[in-house]
Every structure is written in structure tokens, then in C-alpha cells.
């Protein structure tokens, strides 16, 4: 019988030479460690090098450059998704994977449970948030023009839509055409848009229920006002 709580992992990903030059040279895996005792939980083979574990009371997904992979608590691998993957995120009942042109929903044993098109592209930047009441947040923005960030929350249980929001973008640059950083959190009181320039950072705060922006906060530093000094006449 495992110890409770053997579900809080210390999760490590390495590679390691094969005896085989054939297999490209390299093993990639990952462990898991109960924090309890510091005991192996499990070491499961990954199909190439990990770019990202997210790690829930569910389990371990792992991602790559155009792979993920989802392992319970006890090791068994229960979902595999090929080609590229924007972002996986763990819910209350299962997992959600952000692909190139869709949303799917999966439970716990890896079985879809729902599937929703949406009409990003492969220019475009998407990632997901599971807000505090379970909502799935979706967030995208441009890669080529600074057009704003774009909200949709939907239900965790259909995927039907419960609002949408798009921000201006709060970190505008001179040019449209360069690229600032763009981090979203979600927390019980909101949720913030935090744009990275280099002038300085900006905050957006929106409601976690609506959508609607509460507060913007310019963390730039002010310019400095030129005082013009007069020039005394000529011959005083």
C-alpha cells in the first residue's frame, strides 16, 4: 500500500547514453519522488526531451516540441498526444491540451470527454489558465502585430463559452511590430495581465466572473520634464 500523500512529487527529467547508437544515443525519462520519504513513486521513458512537467494531484504531463504525454499518480501513462501542443493543464476531473486549432477536454483515464474548434493559428501565441471555480481560460495574442490579448473562459464540463474579453494591449510600444513579454495568472480575485516592455511593466486586472477590466497599473517610470533655461539678453 503507497503512503498518503504519495501524490506530492519532486519530478526530474534527464537523459541518459543507450547501449545502442541506433536509438540516436540517448534515453529520456522521468522520475517521480514522494516528498514524504523521498522514495521512486515510478521512472516512466519519455518519447524525446521534456520542455515542461505540469504537475497536479492527477498526475505528471510532460511536453515537448511536438509530443505530451500524461502519467497518473502511480506511474501508468493514460494519455499520449502527437504534434504540437500550445499548452496542458490539470483540472478537478482531468486534463485539457491547447493544440494549433483546438480545445479537448480528457478525464483522468485519458477518454475525451469534449472537443471545441477555435480559430487561433500557428502565428499566434496560446496558453491556459484553470481559473479557482474550475472555468477553463484560454489566452492568445499575435506573434506578428501587437493587436491586444484575447480571453475566452468556458465551462469545464461542455466547453460552452461563459464570456470573452479582449485587452488593448496596456504595454504599447512605439511600433506595433515589437513584441513585448506577456504573462497572464489567475487567482481568486482576478485575473492579471502583466506586459513586460522595456520601458517598464504594466498590470491589467479583469474579473474572474466576467471579464470585464477593473484596473490598469503603469508601472513605467515617468519621463523627466526639460526645464528650459532662458538665455540672459544680449549685452546685460
Not at 486534463?95 to 500557428?122: H, M, N, T
Request: glycine letters at 10%; one cysteine or more; aromatic letters at 8%.
Amino acid at each position: 500500500m503507497r503512503p498518503r500523500g504519495c501524490w506530492q512529487w519532486r519530478v526530474t527529467s534527464s537523459w541518459s547514453p543507450t547501449a545502442s547508437r541506433r536509438a540516436r544515443g540517448r534515453q529520456v525519462e522521468v522520475a517521480a519522488y514522494a516528498l514524504a520519504n523521498g522514495r521512486l513513486a515510478f521512472r516512466a521513458e519519455l518519447p524525446a526531451v521534456a520542455q515542461r512537467l505540469v504537475v497536479t494531484d492527477a498526475g505528471i504531463a510532460v511536453m515537448g516540441r511536438k509530443y505530451a504525454v500524461v502519467h497518473d499518480r502511480f506511474g501508468p501513462r493514460v494519455l499520449t498526444v502527437d504534434g504540437v501542443t500550445f499548452d496542458i493543464r490539470g483540472g478537478k476531473d482531468g486534463w485539457f491540451v491547447l493544440r494549433p486549432y483546438e480545445l479537448e477536454a480528457f478525464d483522468r483515464a485519458g477518454k475525451s470527454r469534449w472537443q471545441v474548434q477555435r480559430p487561433f493559428d500557428v502565428r499566434t501565441a496560446a496558453a491556459l489558465e484553470i481559473l479557482p471555480d474550475g472555468g477553463v481560460l484560454t489566452w492568445k495574442r499575435d506573434l506578428n502585430v501587437d493587436k491586444g490579448v484575447g480571453f475566452v473562459c468556458r465551462s469545464p464540463v461542455d466547453g460552452s463559452t461563459r464570456w470573452r474579453s479582449d485587452v488593448a494591449s496596456p504595454g504599447k510600444f512605439e511600433s506595433p511590430y515589437r513584441l513585448g513579454r506577456v504573462e497572464v495568472r489567475a487567482t481568486a480575485r482576478g485575473i492579471y495581465l502583466l506586459s513586460l516592455t522595456s520601458t517598464g511593466s504594466v498590470v491589467a486586472e479583469l474579473s474572474p466572473k466576467t471579464g470585464e477590466q477593473k484596473k490598469l497599473v503603469d508601472l513605467r517610470p515617468k519621463p523627466k520634464r526639460r526645464v528650459r533655461r532662458r538665455l540672459p539678453a544680449k549685452g546685460r
